[in-house]
């Protein structure tokens, strides 16, 4: 008798297997002409991350044997600037590395990963940089019992995600590249320039050089705040093209992400997310204000050292969600329940952003207050619980 062992439930789908039917429809949508490599052409590249205006139709020919519906609408997943992904596609068409930079919490990974994954099918040739990253996380390392039993073999080598990308024509990903060490980013130098990785163990056989197949390229992150770290070399730098992943700059877009990625994670934690919209408004324009060092009315506000980014936004807003959620006794409303969530996300990096905080309630949140409004006013009311 075959026991079937059932696989374990995932809290995350890589891009590629979430959006698997998107993928596919656009893949079959659009026979368009594509780069060597590519799973898809660049024009649908942009719209499965960009999203389509209204669904799109394939024809009954394109249609036979797929399985796929008639229509479908691609859904929006990078909120941010159109142009911005257009020019990173045309980058990595012409199979130059791709750096995207910004402030923590600006999406840049996301983007990364929805890009490797309508590109070259996979978004899990990654490299997670670190100060404890060696050089062979971008070339190779070797399986040291093989070593010892056989010498150095090709079935020795161990394969980085980079060599795996270059050996298969796809894309690499590697993320925060500033806190590598400055003489292990320098290994991406020669990789990003000759399109080859030299194998000295191996010289003398077939397998001493291993080139690069044609859709090969390198997306690369890294954090704005992580400045001087680990600087890139001015060599490394120049096989880069530099896109800046700014914040969100429409309210109403960056409140409706919120609202969706924290419904998300809290019915993943198996529960309904609870949280008014008003509450969600607040939430969001009150990280506006702190990023931005403005109001929305004009009035200055003193930022404080940490990033308020979207992403910190939907960490808050989930929490709120949870807390309704499996912790009612604990307050009737998620309003109630905000300034205490606000002040850990607020001073993690700096203790007096504490004092910046509530600064905030005593300039903008009173003002509001004063002007009329009742949430603003409740909010006021909730002053003491920030000390």
Known sequence: MTTVTEQPARQVLPAEEKHAEELAFLAAHDNGPRPPGWALTPAAVVTFVCGSDGALTLTPARRKGTGLPASLTVSRKFVGDRALVERCVVTL???????????????????SELLSAAVSGTSELTVQGTAGTTEDAFRYGWNYALLLAQGPTPQALVASPVLTAMRTGKVARIEEVTRCLPEVQDALVSILSDRRVSVPELAGTPDATVPATPGFTVIATANLRDRGVSEMSAALKRRFNFETVEPIA????????????????VERAGAAFGVDDAVLDALVTVFRDLRSGRSAEGWDVERPGTVMSTAEAVQVASSLGLARAYLPGTSADALDLMPGH?????????PADHAR????????????????????????DLRENLR
């Open 93 to 111: 068409a012409g199979e130059r590395g791709l750096l995207l930079v910004g402030e923590p919490g600006t999406a840049k990974s996301m983007l």
């Open 342 to 350: 606000l002040l850990g996300a607020v001073r993690k990096d700096d």
């Open 357 to 380: 905080l509530l600064g905030y309630w005593d300039g903008p949140v009173r003002r509001r207050a004063e002007d009329g409004s009742a949430l603003w006013r409740r909010l006021w």
């Open 250 to 265: 429409d309210a109403d877009a960056e409140t409706a992400l919120v609202r969706e990625r924290a419904g998300a994670a």
